[in-house]
């Protein structure tokens, strides 16, 4: 069993910087991989980036790939996501989540604990 609470969501202008955190609770936190994810009013909800259990490895939608960063601290039992350059399409509300998987996924169905999101909105 793992809760997750996303914070940092807000409205900031088109080209400026945003930073994401995610604060897990559990006890084995270190052993899921995490990921952030983002739907949009309308759409599905889609990828935006993962970070294998020791943070060795991430992946990242083509989408945000140069312009936002995954990170994770296992000893604060938190990830985060900066996000720069942001644009207007970034606009979304942003969900991490957690996954007892054997590698990194982009899937949404290879997750088992998500958090209850936080909205980002780009103004243009």
């Known amino acids: 069993q793992v809760q997750l609470v996303e914070s940092g969501g807000g409205l900031v202008q088109a080209g400026g910087s945003l930073r994401l955190s995610c604060a897990a609770s559990g006890r084995t936190f270190s052993s899921y991989a995490m990921g952030w994810f983002r739907q949009a009013p309308g759409k599905e909800r889609e990828f935006v980036a993962a970070?294998?259990?020791?943070?060795?490895?991430?992946y990242y939608a083509d989408s945000v790939k140069g312009r936002f960063t995954i990170s994770r601290d296992n000893a604060k039992n938190t990830v985060n996501l900066q996000m720069n350059s942001l644009k207007a399409e970034d606009t979304a509300a942003y969900y991490c989540a957690a996954a007892r998987g054997y590698s990194l996924s982009a899937l949404d169905r290879e997750y088992d604990y998500w958090g209850q999101g936080t909205q980002v909105t780009v103004s243009s």
């Open positions: 970070i294998w259990r020791s943070g060795s490895s991430t």
